[in-house]
């Protein structure tokens, strides 16, 4: 067993020279495009002390080599004559392409931004670095093998797979492009090749909205070898949520990419999904970016590159890049906020993307078929899009206003263990003195992570249903929720399923106690035989984690029963996820002859990358099923649990309605709603 801390370094490349181009003549449709994007980021990323904690890799400039890699010899040459030529024939020259502007130091700066990439792959695919960003402009994902489009000149991240994948031998590469725009030119490299998986979300209002291509919506699948690598979820409305994009991420990007096993991920990190970006009108808060970015950091092993695309408001773009940032460097992230029941237009794409990649994913096995009577032309009422055209304040977007993301402080001990004394300690970890395993011990560090000078904790105990029950009294004097995961053969008690709702409780067991379900008390069945990789993204993706985030508690309890039956890696897993919620606090309970997990558990607690999980079975068909079943009853209360819309007409629409009102206009006044 291997007690080795990994490096846990993140890179962040960046060089000034890409600021020195811009738009030379007036043209609206690129003036967003602004040296001071990149300006503002740096300049935030050092007032908040993250820079300093980078690890600064220098940037390159990228050869023809590298360009050849996704484009074409002829664009390449026509590309380079821009770097002699006067203001008249940049105008010209870029005539021929769609919303993108040539400079005559363009050419250098596209080098340095491909470049810069390819040096963020090869820190990352060496283990010099854990993860990193680059930071770069001109952006890419627009860029097609032989045209300019959208502010990009060449792909960067489509030459980036391609790159790793021959210089470094990698087999299989995630694409994560959440930006609001649909990068055409990762789906037009990649459509036939079945080792780059390209995920896009997108602002689409049925094609009305640019690049307005047909093959962006949710039934472009991929082609030849590659169908079904190339996953399109077209937003249909804007004012699109935390939710939303939560949503998107347990109900159809993470299940498949963890079936997927990617040994790289790349995002094409785009900011204007965000709040106030005059492009994406989106209404998703900077801090969701830490979530996004921390669910993503448990595949590949952790090795994640994300690389800057567009992102226009300048206030809401530097605060996502700082939120992303902290969560590479391991930062918990911050209580997810706003997080009202995805909208009925949201989850009508998620579910049409679920079914169109049903034939390819086991985890989408069971999905539900698309009804005949979806109308994608849905024209329901929905919240903020509709009430900004309602009221006629087509540009108020731009003009929200938006709480500042909370600052990130991580506690002074990341993980405090308590252990019997034959047991030794994990390293990295802190000894929690207090002398014996015993309820004093256990309450005492709740005490320290409430009062956030503890980030989370391990404790190896005789008896794990006592533990849970101590903690659970204990945790009831707190003025917070408490959310509690347990994991094998149980004897839950009654009392822990509080109608009062400051507990709720996730049991996977053996056992069928379907009739137990309540909406604070969760009996999940876990079968011998599913406790693999598909339980995992069934039974965790899918609904732990949406019940979860809902939940928001302040503090997230994990029990591991003797015999709870899962391996490690999935257990490292399932205890990666869950350092989302609650500021990260999670108290492990183990039981004590299950010694062998507390390695790789404290090194999960610890923020290392867990292991990715084994191979991928069809998950079984009853015990799927019976998931289904509860997913089903308790998507009435957790709506988050939702993957397809409700059938229009359906009763609860108008409470939902009135919700997102509320949500809504409480966002604007800048205040907090209550849980
Ligand atoms: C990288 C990026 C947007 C282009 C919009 C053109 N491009 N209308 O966000
Ligand atoms: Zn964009």
């Known amino acids: ?103 005559q130091n363009i050419y250098h700066c596209a080098k340095l931004s491909a470049g810069a990439t390819l040096q963020l792959v090869d820190s990352v695919w060496t283990g010099k670095v854990r993860n990193g960003m680059a930071l770069v402009r001109p952006p890419g994902h627009h860029s097609m093998r032989s045209a300019a489009s959208g502010f990009c000149v060449f792909n960067n991240v489509a030459i980036a797979a391609q790159y790793a994948k021959q210089k470094h031998g990698a087999k299989r590469v995630l694409i994560v492009d959440w930006d609001v725009h649909h990068g055409q030119g990762v789906q037009y490299s990649f459509k036939d090749d079945p080792s780059v998986l390209y995920f896009s979300w997108h602002r689409f209002e ?134 009202e029941p995805p909208c009925h237009s949201a989850l009508e794409s998620i579910h049409c993307v679920r079914s169109a990649h049903k034939p390819y994913w086991s985890s989408l096995r069971h999905a539900a078929e698309l009804p005949t009577s979806i109308s994608t032309q849905c024209n329901k009422s929905e919240k903020v899009g509709e009430m900004l055209e309602k009221e006629g304040e087509e540009e108020s977007v731009e003009e929200l206003d938006w709480p500042e993301p909370p600052t990130r402080v991580s506690p002074p ?91 709720l409780t996730v049991h996977f067991s053996n056992k069928d106690s379907e009739e137990l379900i309540g909406k604070y008390y969760l009996p999940v069945c876990l079968k011998k035989g599913w406790s693999d990789a598909s339980w995992f993204t069934q039974a965790v993706l899918g609904l732990l984690l949406p019940v979860g985030y809902q939940y928001d508690p302040s503090l997230v309890v994990l029990a591991r029963m003797p015999d709870c039956g899962l391996c490690d890696s999935v257990w490292q897993q399932l205890t990666a996820v869950l350092q989302g919620l609650a500021q990260g606090h999670t108290l492990v309970l183990v039981q004590e002859g299950e010694k062998a997990c507390v390695g790789p558990t404290a090194s999960t607690l610890l923020g290392q990358a867990a292991p990715s999980m084994g191979k991928f079975h069809a998950p079984p068909v009853k015990e799927v099923e019976a998931l289904e079943r509860l997913r089903h009853k308790l998507q009435a209360d957790w709506k988050l649990l939702r993957n397809t819309a409700p059938e229009t007409g359906g009763g609860d629409e108008p409470d939902e309605e009135f919700q997102s009102t509320v949500w809504f206009k409480n966002l604007i006044k800048n205040t907090l709603p209550s849980n």
């Open 1 to 103: 067993m291997s007690t080795e801390v990994m490096k846990m370094d993140t890179a962040l490349i960046y060089d000034e020279e890409m600021t020195k181009y811009k738009l030379l003549w007036p043209n609206p449709a690129c003036e967003i495009e602004t040296p001071e994007r990149l300006m503002v980021i740096n300049e935030a990323l050092k007032k908040n002390g993250l820079s300093d904690r980078c690890v600064s890799v220098p940037v390159r400039e990228a050869t023809d080599e590298d360009f050849l890699l996704v484009h074409s010899k002829e664009y390449l040459e026509a590309v380079k004559t821009t770097a002699n030529m006067n203001v008249e024939e940049l105008m010209e020259f870029s005539k021929q392409y769609n919303d993108v502007y040539f400079h």
């Open 413 to 503: 001990v990341r993980t405090s263990v308590v252990l019997p004394d034959d047991v030794p300690y994990p390293d990295g970890c802190k000894r929690f003195k207090l002398g014996a395993v015993d309820d004093g011990a256990l309450k005492a560090l709740m005490d320290k992570m409430e009062m956030n000078q503890i980030c989370n904790g391990l404790a190896l105990v005789r008896d794990v249903s006592m533990a849970m029950k101590c903690v659970v009294q204990h945790a009831s004097s707190f003025p917070n929720r408490v959310l509690v995961v347990c994991v094998g053969d149980a004897e839950v008690q009654d009392s822990h399923s509080t109608k009062d709702g400051k507990t």
């Open 206 to 339: 049925h094609q009305k909205f640019w690049p307005n291509l047909k093959e962006s919506d949710y039934d472009y699948v991929g082609e030849e070898g590659g169908t079904g690598f190339n996953l399109n979820i077209p937003w249909n409305k804007v004012g699109m949520t935390n939710s939303d994009y939560l949503s998107a991420f347990c109900h159809v990007l993470l299940p498949i990419a963890y079936e997927f096993s990617p040994d790289l991920v790349l995002v094409t990190a785009g900011f204007d999904a965000a709040i106030g970006d005059p492009e994406g009108k989106m209404c998703a808060t900077p801090d969701i970016f830490a979530h996004l970015t921390h669910l993503l950091m448990n595949l590949a092993g952790g090795k994640l590159c994300l690389v800057l695309e567009g992102g226009y408001n300048l206030t809401s773009l530097q605060q996502s890049v700082c939120q992303t940032v902290h969560t590479l460097l391991g930062d918990p992230a911050p209580r997810p906020a706003y997080l």
